[in-house]
């Protein structure tokens, strides 16, 4: 599992690499932004899940099959490290929408609570990083609605509600409806999207009627058909 460090590196690296690309670009002209389009970024995949949909199991299938690593808390992990912070404030706002003036008042009774603001720019350079580095499966926390669709596979796991209780044990109708809703206003409030609108996937799957290893299937089949469209080259690690 990659340290916190080693993603604040590969970050910097990322940031410097931006920034030498819009330099050309914006000096070079069209032609230039037409070259460095195919500088390499990916492949990955973003999984974006509903709770007690497979999608974390599916997530960490994909990543075998590939080869690829897969990064879910450790995306908290490596935040928590870079901000310093505990991960269990910062859990209070992974994948949860908190309003302003509950932001607002819960920094002036926690000074040392970094506030949505701060967690969500320090998500974005996490994700983004990761995606950079490329061969990567990322799940959750909107990480689709931030990176450039050209260069991975976006996917959306689903399942009914009856099946998604019969896969969380000890699990509520109330708490998994309350579960979707807090993923329905984080992706409201942090990019101002619906978490199912289509245009935000390339791929979405019912898992109530696909076993895992279907799935998988489906989802490689997706992945090498969308890069070898753009001349990228597919590898996996049982290939």
């Known amino acids: 599992m990659p340290s916190g460090k080693e993603i604040e590196q590969l970050i910097e690296r990322q940031a410097k690499f931006w920034e030498v690309r819009k330099r050309l670009s914006d000096e070079g002209g069209e032609a230039a ?9 990916g492949p990955w995949i973003t999984v974006s899940k509903q709770w007690g949909s497979g999608g974390v199991e599916l997530a960490q299938r994909i990543g075998e099959e590939m080869g690829w690593q897969v990064f879910d808390r450790e995306i908290l992990i490596a935040i928590s490290e870079n901000t310093k912070m505990k991960q269990t404030v910062l859990s209070r ?15 002036l009774l926690v000074p040392s609570d970094p506030g949505q603001l701060t967690y969500t ?11 950079r580095q490329g061969n990567a499966v990322i799940v959750g926390r909107g990480a689709n609605w931030i990176l450039d669709p050209l260069y991975g596979l976006r996917i959306r796991v689903m399942a009914p509600l009856a099946h998604r209780l019969e896969r969380l044990p000890g699990a509520t109708e109330k708490e998994v409806r309350k579960r979707d809703a807090e993923q329905v206003s984080f992706i409201q409030r942090v990019y ?3 978490i199912d609108d289509p245009e935000g996937y390339d791929l979405m799957l019912n898992m109530q009627s696909m076993d895992f290893e279907t799935a998988v299937d489906v989802v490689m089949a997706a992945l090498r058909k969308k890069l070898l469209a753009r001349g990228q080259v597919f590898t996996s690690y049982n290939s």
């Open 33 to 41: 932004r037409q070259a460095l389009a195919h500088l390499g970024e």
């Open 93 to 107: 706002m992974d994948e949860r929408a908190i309003g302003a003036f509950n932001d607002y008042i819960v920094q």
């Open 121 to 131: 720019r320090e998500m974005v350079r996490v994700i983004w990083g990761i995606a």
């Open 192 to 194: 101002d999207k619906r």
